[in-house]
């Protein structure tokens, strides 16, 4: 596939204040709609935007379309343990490593020195399930993250006794609801710690619909780590540095979008994951590895054509994205429809769908 050259820079300078907007808590969708696509869909492609229900997506879209997924599956990633002397401690693992090893977000009252057996799960007899010992920082000696070894397979063991990471903003526990919930059905790649929020809306009916309305789909992976909730710290979003995700595009997908460009079709990403894997791909090459790719206004677009996606955080880098996929004025007057007209936000709340515009 060949991809057009970049067009010119940017010429405002954005500010995190830029991305602001007030928004009421009761909008804060802490529970998933009682169907999967019966959602709320705000299609924002034109001005004024139209107030759907999610099952009407198939109807929007045109044959020859191509829906592009994002078939990572959210792991337990959060697991509970003491440090030998009994203070409690929190870890979010972010990324498995080979040789049983992980890479982990820790929350503590005192940070433990390397070398120490971290014990884990302790049941109610105080008895440890496995141990972590700690091997340092990550990536290096200063770095934020922590380098461990479990002692056993990490997947095994956080299946067996791990949490749903739930995002900061959910406040309650994680529910057998939120195993079922807080994945997508076609989930096959294991490594996740967020879920790819926008694809949480599809169903059976609906993947059916799209089918029968010659809409095919394909798939990448990009596991979506717990960085996609920090926030911007400062106002000059240039300064912010992105935290790195794996994504890897299969050959059939590359052969899929190939097949949709030669027939006039449009790219349709499925969340701003699949956004990041395929413009990552577009400007390096390279359909696997580590991308920290920020997309912010004034960015050139190579791909995608259209974005299915859910509502963000204020301050963020995917409110970030999205305005600048469709337009920063445009962006905002459709949050604030939204929130006019009552829309679930976040995770568990509602999507839109956006068509490419100008910065």
Not at 85 to 106: F, I, K, P, Q, Y
Not at 172 to 200: C, K, M, W
Not at 246 to 270: K, N
Not at 313 to 323: A, D, G, Y
């Amino acid at each position: 596939m060949t991809h057009p050259a970049p067009t010119g820079a940017p010429t405002r300078t954005w500010t995190t204040s830029d991305f602001d907007f007030a928004l009421p808590p009761e909008l804060i969708a802490q529970h998933p709609a009682p169907e999967r696509s019966a959602a709320r869909l705000l299609d924002g492609r034109t001005w004024p935007p139209a107030d759907r229900i999610f099952r009407d997506l198939p109807a929007l879209l045109q044959p020859g379309d191509l829906l592009v997924f994002n078939d990572t599956q959210v792991i337990k990633a959060r697991l509970y343990g003491e440090k030998p002397t009994g203070g409690r401690l929190e870890l979010l693992v972010e990324r498995v490593l080979g040789n049983h090893e992980v890479v982990a977000h820790m929350k503590v009252s005192k940070k433990p020195s390397a070398g120490t057996v971290l014990r884990m799960a302790p049941g109610p007899d105080g008895q440890p399930a496995f141990s972590a010992t700690l091997l340092g920082r990550w990536p290096d000696a200063d770095g934020p993250l922590f380098h461990l070894r479990f002692s056993d397979d990490p997947y095994v063991l956080m299946a067996r006794h791990g949490h749903v990471p739930l995002p900061p903003y959910i406040e309650h526990g994680d529910t057998e609801e939120d195993e079922r919930r807080y994945q997508t059905v076609f989930a096959q790649t294991p490594g996740a710690v967020a879920a790819p929020t926008a694809a949480l809306h599809f169903d059976a009916a609906v993947l059916a619909a799209l089918q029968a309305r010659g809409v095919p789909r394909a798939n990448v992976t990009l596991h979506v780590g717990a960085g996609t909730f920090a926030p911007v710290k400062g106002e000059d979003i240039r300064a912010h540095r992105m935290h790195s995700e794996w994504y890897r595009i299969p050959p059939q997908t590359l052969a899929a979008l190939e097949r949709t460009r030669r027939a006039g079709g449009r790219i349709v990403a499925v969340g701003t994951t699949t956004v990041r894997t395929l413009e990552s791909w577009a400007r390096t090459g390279q359909t696997e590895g580590d991308t920290d790719i920020f997309i912010t206004p004034g960015f050139d677009f190579r791909v995608v054509d259209l974005l299915i996606t859910n509502f963000h955080l204020p301050r963020s880098t995917l409110l970030m994205l999205v305005s600048a996929f469709a337009g920063y004025e445009h962006i905002m007057a459709l949050y604030r429809h939204a929130i006019a007209q009552h829309y679930r936000f976040f995770s568990y709340g509602d999507a839109m769908l956006l068509q490419r515009g100008q910065p």
